[in-house]
DNA sequence: GTCCTTATCTACAACGATTGTTGATAGTGT
DNA sequence: ACACTATCAACAATCGTTGTAGATAAGGAC
């Protein structure tokens, strides 16, 4: 992903304003590259510094990003939207427990609908998800009252 | 999928009453196998003859057959469960303008995170999602105001 | 067939994630 | 420093789904 002087540049390029608001939260999108963070998770990181900042600012900004191309908005059925910023095609990891999500970057371009079944249909992209137990859920003993998502 | 005796039959092992609501959710699902309802579309289906059914009762039915086995709920990122009545493992295409969802029956079985991505991670299930426009909206001419789900 | 127990039903409220609205606030070019 | 207008915070609304409650009906026993 882009620093937070280049994600400034860009929304200046695309006639935004810079404001600390979105400053910090590009800040917080930096901090938490990799995680695969919610709206929410971002939002916590952010109040911190910000305490009067709103939840609404945060999705606004994090829906512009994605406008913008620097950044993918993922719903891997954990609930809630999480935000990528690895840009390049790859796939995901997603832990059934926590719903902690992981990169798998590989080529599966191989993988294609077999003749027949899409004929009519025109495929623009492939998702492909692992589902399972991630390795800290997996060491942990079980808790039924876990919270998944 | 089961017939409406079948269920009926698993429903009353389990201890669960046949009541003439679940009757008519299991004959809709019968109607309606392959095209991976919503709640909403059942109850839709089941609301003409039943003019006083609530949706929390479709609800209800679906969710006690998926814990028994006879269905599965798909999160497939259209915006609400899809119910799906085929039940041996297959994959899904997904049309990106109407929510129309198609089985991809074939075996993936080589899909498999590279080693090195998932070590510490316990795959369950692999999902592939292929997303696009079926053929209906890709002969319809564009519609910009479209509701895709 | 009738009665009793208890599961199921409907109606309604509540939930969590996300988006719409609105008037106040604050970037940014001049 | 000014004016213009994008952005902000606060709040209400939305949508799909689930919780709660009291009324109703399924199914076994007699």
Do not use: W
């Amino acid at each position: 992903m882009k620093s937070v002087g280049e994600l400034c540049e860009v929304f200046r390029a695309e006639g935004l304003r810079i404001t600390p608001q979105r400053q910090h939260i590009f800040s917080a999108l930096d901090q938490l590259h990799g995680t695969h963070p919610t709206a929410d998770s971002l939002y916590a990181a952010v109040v911190d510094e910000l305490p009067t900042i709103s939840l609404k600012t945060v999705y606004q900004t994090l829906n512009d990003l994605v406008r913008v191309g620097e950044l993918t908005q993922l719903d891997l059925a954990t609930g809630s939207f999480r935000f990528d910023t690895t840009l390049d095609p790859h796939h995901h990891l997603v832990c059934d427990d926590c719903g902690a999500v992981f990169d798998v970057h590989a080529d599966f371009d191989a993988v294609r609908p077999p003749v027949g079944s899409a004929d009519q249909f025109a495929v623009a992209s492939t998702e492909i998800t692992f589902r399972g137990r991630c390795n800290d859920c997996e060491t942990r003993p079980q808790d039924p009252h876990n919270n998944p998502k």
